[in-house]
């Protein structure tokens, strides 16, 4: 006599695969819900949208500076010179070289990104999605434009319930030369900002946004000038789509979350 | 023989900022207009280190104590 197929038990293998199933198709979801938000701030902002495409030329890295104070590997590379970008401002920044912006203006899009982490933890994936609305003009409407965004998005993740905190951050760059340099006139300058939010505990945080000025050196390394022959001043808001989903999953569990997203619960 | 902050500002202005067509007073504000870039911070880190025989810890490296060349005196006890 055929045996009946055996039914998983709570806690089996098969339920722990199905059930983390059921969460990665909800923070996916959830992902998608709050890129849909950033998109709409954005555009209320005035940002224009832009296209970007899969893969960016590692040319485009190489003239950014990226390896300079990144030098680890690429992820998804080619062999024609291609992976995926660590960052979707590259894009817009491959895009516009060379270009006058005429008055100060803002842009915003969506890329698939990689990145190889040093550090390990909840939130580190090594493809995620990252919206940003990139700001270029002056300084000064660059500088104000990040005010005005990070007010907008602590607000935005307090509607959430997400408790969130903006502090002042540097990249991780690599810690020697002039990588070093940049690393402490970014910190000297308060050139980042992360938005951090509780992961589980008070205690353990995520940075799920950050707010960034370039100053020149990306206008510079592009050959972005204003109208009147200056360098363009620079800058980006970012959003971890995957790791703002994490977060508001871990905080309100991932039905509740979804509710408040308008989706169907898992 | 110059003073400790005179010393720094000369540094500044000979070695920093040389070829920049701008020179630093004692109150100027160092960082606000992009004369010191990602090269010449280590560099001033460095002189100040030697002055005061002291190592500099990345996280004192904030606006609140390199902001001027009397500021950067006062933290660094070069007054």
Known sequence: MAMPPAKPREGSAFADDVRQSAEDAGISALANWLDSCFRALA????????????????????SAGYFESFPGPLVGETADGHCLSPATCYHW???????????????????LCGRKEVESGPGRLETFRMREVILAGSETWVREQRQEWMARIVAFAESLLLAPTLVPASDPFFERGEARGRKLLQQLKQLKYELRVPLYTPETTLAISSFNLHENFFARRFNLHRVDGTWASTGCIAFGLERWALALSAKLGIDQARRLAGLEST | ????????????????????????ASDTRLFEDG?????????????????????????????ENFQSVNQIAHRFGLA
């Open chain 1, 43 to 62: 555009k209320a902002a005035g940002a224009q949208e832009i296209t970007v495409p899969a893969l960016i030329a590692r040319s485009t890295l190489e």
């Open chain 1, 93 to 111: 920044y491959a895009q516009q070289k060379g270009a006058v912006i005429e008055e100060s203006a803002s842009w915003t899009g969506c890329a």
């Open chain 2, 1 to 24: 023989m110059r003073d400790k902050p005179a010393e720094l500002l000369a540094y500044i202005n000979g070695e920093l900022l040389s070829g920049k067509g701008v020179q630093a």
């Open chain 2, 35 to 63: 004369w010191i870039d990602s090269l010449s911070i280590l560099k001033l880190i460095a002189f100040i280190e030697r002055m005061t025989g002291q190592e500099i810890p990345d996280e004192q490296v904030v606006m």
